[in-house]
C-alpha cells in the first residue's frame, strides 16, 4: 500500500499519552497520517510533504532546559500547523509569546467559548466543553497571533495567525470529553490544511491486493495465522492478492480459548472460506511438557514464544523455500517500538516471541503496518471476514498460559476453559438481551433500517455501557474448602476480570451486573468440576494489570 501517494498530515510526538488518538482521529476524517518524534530533521518532514501537522501534548514545561523542543523552520514552511496543549505553548514559546506556571490549574471538563467565525472552529457551538489537563498555560500569545477561545481561568484556550495558517489548542480535542473535538480536528485538515479525504478502507483493499501481486509475482508466501484480527485480516489479504500461493501456518499451542482451534480451521481450513493452503499443528503436548513445573511468568511467556518459533520453523522446513513472510504488524506496534512517535514502551508484548532464524525467506511483508486498529477491523469487514472474528477482544499470544496462575497443565487449562466459555456466553448473552430490549423500546426498525449493517453490528453498536472491552475467566492457583453436597471440596477459586479501557494501558473494572455474575458463579460451580469458588476482580490498571501474569 503506497502510503505516499496519499494527502498526509504529520503528527509531532513530544510524547504525551494522547499521541495515537490524535492520529486516529484525523485518519477517522479520511485523511491519512503518521507520527514521528520531535526528533525528526526538519528535512525529512519538509520530504515527506505534509498538507499539515499537528504538535502534540507532553509532560515537560516548555520553558525548561532541555524540554522537547522543535526547529522554528516548521512554521515558516508554509505548511499549516496545529499545536496541542504543549504543542501549543511550544509554538508561543519560540514565537515570541510568554507560558507560564498557570494560576489555577485546569483538568477535566471545562467551558470554552470559542470564536465561530475562525476556520477551526467552524459548525462548533459558541458554548462548548473541552478536556484540559495541564499545570502551564499562554499568558501571552506570539506577535502576530490572536485568541479565538477562552475558558474561565485561561484567556488563551486557543489561538490562531491566520494568515500563516498556525493555530493551538491549549485543550485536548483528541479526547472525547471534548465534545466537538472532532469537528475541530476535522476543520483543521479539511478549511485549513485543504485536504479532501482520500483514505479510505475500500480503497486499501484494492490497492494493496494490487501492491502485493506485482511484489510478490509467482512466489511463495508463509504466513503464521493465530486466528487473532490482525493476523487474520494480513492473511485474508493476501489470500485475496495470491490465493494459493500462501500457505499459513496455525499453531494450535493447547492455551487457546475453549474451541477456538476449530474455530479457526473452520474459517481457514479446507472447509472454510478462502483460497489458501493451511496447515494446522497440533502442538499442545509439546506445550504442557515444556511448561511442566514452570512458575515464573515471564519465563512462561518466553518458553510459550520459543516453542512457537520451533514448531513455526518445523513447519517452514516442510514447505522448503519460502519468497515472503507475512506478519500482522500493526501501526501502534510500529510506533511503540520506537520507530515512530516518542511514548515510552511501558510493557512489550510479543506475539510470536520474535522472528525463525532458521526460515529462509527473502522479504517479509507487513501489509497492516500503517493501520490503527479500526482501520484493520474496517478492512476486514471489507474483506468479508465474520463479524465474531473482526470484533473478536484481544487474546494474549500466550493465551491461556498467562491466565493460570504458577504451573500450567491439561486440567488447569481444561478448567480455565470452560469456566471462561461460561463466562463469556452469559455476558454476550446479557449484552445482546439487553440491546434487543432498548432497541425495542426505541421503536427502531431493528433490521430494515440498517441496510449496511449485519444483525450483529446492529446488536453490538447498541450494547450496555457496562459492556466490558476485555473479559475472560483465570485461574488463580489457590485451593479453598468449601461444600458441595454433603461433602467438603478442595479445589480451586476461578477468577472473572472484565475491563473497560480505551487503550489497554489504563483500565477500569466493568461493572457486570450482579445477576449475571451470580449467574456465571452458578454455572461455573455446577459444570466445571475442580472448582468450588468464583471470584470477581475489582482491580484498575494501575495498580493491576489486565491479564493476571
Ligand atoms: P496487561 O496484562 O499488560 O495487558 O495489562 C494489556 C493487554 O495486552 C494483552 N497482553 C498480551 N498480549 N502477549 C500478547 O500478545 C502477552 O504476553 C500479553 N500480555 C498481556 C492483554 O490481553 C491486554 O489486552
Redesign the pocket.
Known amino acids: 500500500m503506497s502510503v505516499n501517494k496519499k494527502e498526509k498530515i504529520i503528527v509531532i510526538d513530544f510524547g504525551g499519552q494522547y499521541n495515537q488518538l490524535v492520529a486516529r482521529r484525523v485518519r477517522e476524517n479520511n485523511v491519512y497520517c503518521e507520527i514521528y518524534s520531535y526528533k525528526t530533521p526538519l528535512e525529512d518532514i519538509k520530504n515527506m510533504s505534509p498538507k499539515g501537522i499537528i504538535l502534540t501534548g507532553g509532560p515537560a514545561s516548555c520553558y525548561e532546559e532541555n524540554a522537547a523542543s522543535c526547529d522554528t523552520g516548521l512554521f515558516e514552511m508554509g505548511v499549516p500547523v496545529l499545536g496541542l496543549c504543549y504543542g501549543a505553548q511550544l509554538m508561543m514559546h519560540l514565537l515570541g509569546g510568554k507560558v507560564e506556571h498557570a494560576p489555577v490549574r485546569e483538568y477535566g471538563h471545562i467551558d470554552l467559548t470559542v470564536d465561530t467565525s475562525s476556520p477551526v472552529f467552524a459548525d462548533v457551538s459558541e458554548n462548548t466543553v473541552c478536556f484540559m489537563s495541564h499545570n502551564d498555560y499562554i499568558s501571552k500569545a506570539a506577535p502576530g497571533f490572536h485568541t479565538i477561545a477562552h475558558t474561565e481561568n485561561c484567556p488563551f484556550a486557543a489561538i490562531a495567525n491566520d494568515e500563516k495558517k498556525l493555530y493551538g489548542f491549549q485543550y485536548h480535542p483528541e479526547v472525547l470529553h471534548t465534545t466537538e473535538g472532532s469537528v475541530m480536528l476535522k476543520n483543521f485538515v479539511y478549511n485549513v490544511c485543504g485536504c479532501s479525504g482520500d483514505w479510505k478502507m475500500d480503497s486499501f483493499v484494492q490497492e494493496s491486493i494490487e501492491e502485493i501481486r506485482k511484489k510478490v509475482g509467482d512466489g511463495k508466501v508463509l504466513c503464521a495465522l493465530s486466528g487473532g484480527v490482525d493476523s487474520s485480516v494480513a492473511a485474508v489479504l493476501l489470500s485475496k492478492a495470491v490465493g494459493k500461493q500462501l500457505t499459513c501456518v496455525f499453531v494450535d499451542h493447547g492455551l487457546l480459548r475453549k474451541d477456538e482451534g476449530d474455530q479457526v480451521e473452520g474459517i481457514f481450513g479446507p472447509d472454510g472460506s478462502y483460497d489458501l493452503n493451511f496447515i494446522r499443528v497440533n502442538a499442545a503436548s509439546r506445550y504442557y511438557e515444556k511448561l511442566k513445573d514452570v512458575t515464573e511468568p515471564e519465563r512462561k ?1 518466553k518458553i510459550i514464544g520459543e516453542e512457537f518459533i520451533r514448531v513455526f520453523e518445523e513447519e517452514a522446513k516442510k514447505i522448503g523455500r519460502v519468497d515472503y513472510l507475512v506478519q500482522g504488524t500493526i501501526y501502534p506496534d510500529v510506533v511503540e517500538s520506537g520507530l515512530g512517535g516518542e511514548s515510552a514502551v511501558i ?1 512489550s ?3 510470536v516471541g520474535g522472528l525463525p532464524e532458521h526460515v529462509d525467506f527473502k522479504e517479509i511483508i507487513e501489509p497492516l503496518k500503517y493501520l490503527f486498529k479500526d482501520e484493520v477491523r474496517k478492512v476486514g469487514l471489507e474483506l468479508g471476514i465474520p463479524d465474531h472474528l473482526v470484533f473478536r477482544q ?5 493465551g491461556l498460559g ?1 491466565r493460570i496462575i504458577g504451573e500450567v497443565n491439561e486440567e488447569k487449562v481444561r478448567i480455565v476453559q470452560d469456566a471462561d466459555a461460561i463466562y463469556r456466553s452469559e455476558v454476550e448473552k446479557a449484552a445482546e438481551e439487553y440491546a434487543v430490549k432498548k432497541l425495542s423500546y426505541e421503536g427502531a426498525e431493528i433490521w430494515g433500517g440498517h441496510l449496511h449493517n449485519s444483525r450483529a453490528a446492529i446488536i453490538r453498536h447498541n450494547y450496555p455501557d457496562w459492556m466490558p472491552d ?1 473479559y475472560f475467566a483465570a485461574l488463580t492457583n489457590m485451593r479453598s474448602v468449601g461444600v458441595m453436597g454433603d461433602e467438603r471440596t478442595y479445589d480451586y477459586a476461578v477468577c472473572l476480570r472484565a475491563v473497560k479501557t480505551v487503550d ?1 494501558m489504563t ?1 477500569e473494572a466493568a461493572q457486570i451486573p450482579w445477576e449475571v455474575l451470580q449467574k456465571v458463579m452458578n454455572r461455573v460451580i455446577n459444570e466445571v468440576s475442580g472448582v468450588n469458588r468464583v471470584m470477581f476482580d475489582l482491580t484498575s ?1 494501575p495498580p493491576g ?3 493476571l501474569e
Do not use: W
Request: no cysteine; hydrophobic share 30%; net charge positive.
Open positions: 511467556r510493557k508484548h510479543h506475539n484481544p487474546f494474549p499470544g500466550p498467562v476485555q489497554f483500565a490498571k494489570t489486565i491479564e
